[in-house]
């Protein structure tokens, strides 16, 4: 009877709920569950070691269909070697489908290994992802990073340019590494491509233009908060870098002694800085505590957000 069973045979053996798996032949097995529902099942030998795998739900598979998939499946173990189990779990692992899968799995190692992991994630965020972000990984050719590149380029910011394009040949050299590509398609270009060679400026604001600064910010203080304010105000006095201000916690003030101890792991020099405060200084801190709300950051986030306590770096 089980090499000549037929699907009237199966619908009354799901009625009745016959628990278990039922042999049709060849190895190709239907497993019945308690909730009366069908599985196709295949039971092989490889490697001296007896397996099986489900591949499809009745009727959704019909019995023809299972027939030849499970010869398919006995073929492919008896002459090609292949254990379908193990590449269906191969198959289950392959997430990495499009540029962005690519990208978050690349940005993840650049967290272990860098020291900023937010500007790479910045950069691609904004000035990359909307351009191929969406295509399949392979499909991505050098015209499209050419074409994302000048226009990063073209809004005159050279030195993200630049930086694009040193984080674009890492991105695709992450996916040669991982068998997802075979080239790497911004590998040709070099900064002539993008912002140039970058030279330091050494252009600053005169006392008359800070001051037309500052009266447009108060002219616009419904656009430009009084948070973003001090902020401002304070890096002009401070002269720390924005990260460094905005990831600010209060331990690490000290208001008798005016002080500002920057530890080593927030500092880009990879030492701990200590920083002077002048009594308007003071002042603003103050007021940015009481504002704070009894957050341990100076500028806390205003939103819920898993990744930082703090108003978010970009």
């Known amino acids: 009877m089980a090499n000549k069973i037929n699907a009237q045979q199966i619908k009354s053996l799901i009625k009745t709920g016959k628990v278990g798996y039922h042999s049709i032949g060849n190895s190709l097995y239907i ?10 099942v295949v039971r092989y030998t490889i490697h001296k ?10 009727p959704d598979v019909s019995l023809a269909e299972a027939r030849l998939k499970s010869a398919q499946i006995v073929l492919d173990v008896k002459n090609e070697n292949i254990d379908p189990q193990a590449e ?6 392959e997430t990495l489908k499009t540029v962005n899968d690519l990208a978050e799995d690349w940005l993840q190692e650049c967290e272990k290994r860098l020291k900023h992991p937010n500007i790479p ?10 351009y191929f972000g969406g295509l399949a990984i392979e499909k991505v050719n050098p015209r499209d990073i050419r074409g994302a590149i000048q226009r990063i380029a073209q809004s005159d910011r050279p030195s993200i340019a630049n930086d694009a394009l040193m984080y674009c040949k890492q991105l695709f050299r992450h996916a040669i590494k991982l068998d997802l590509r075979t080239s790497n398609p911004a590998e040709a270009f070099n900064v002539s491509d993008a912002g140039g060679v970058e030279r330091s400026r050494s252009r600053a604001l005169s006392l008359e233009e800070l001051e037309k600064v500052y009266q447009c910010l108060r002219e ?17 006095c401070l002269g720390v870098r924005k990260g ?7 331990t690490e003030f000290d208001f008798k002694e005016a002080l500002w101890h920057i530890p080593q792991e927030r500092s880009k020099t990879g030492r701990g800085i200590t920083v ?27 939103r819920a957000s ?5 108003i978010s770096l970009t």
């Open 306 to 310: 898993k990744r930082f306590g703090h």
């Open 121 to 130: 994630r910045r950069i691609y965020t904004k000035d990359l992802a909307p």
């Open 31 to 40: 497993r019945i569950s308690k909730e009366r529902s069908a599985f196709w």
């Open 220 to 236: 616009n203080s419904d656009q430009f908060t009084r948070d973003n304010y001090l902020a401002f105000s304070l890096l002009l």
């Open 276 to 302: 002077p405060l002048s009594s308007i200084v003071i002042e603003w801190l103050k007021e940015l505590q009481i504002r704070a709300f009894g957050s341990d950051y100076v500028f806390p986030n205003r």
């Open 88 to 93: 269906k779990m191969r198959l289950d692992n």
């Open 49 to 58: 070691k007896r397996r099986e795998i489900t591949f499809g739900k009745y």
């Open 244 to 250: 460094e201000l905005i990831a600010a916690k209060w």
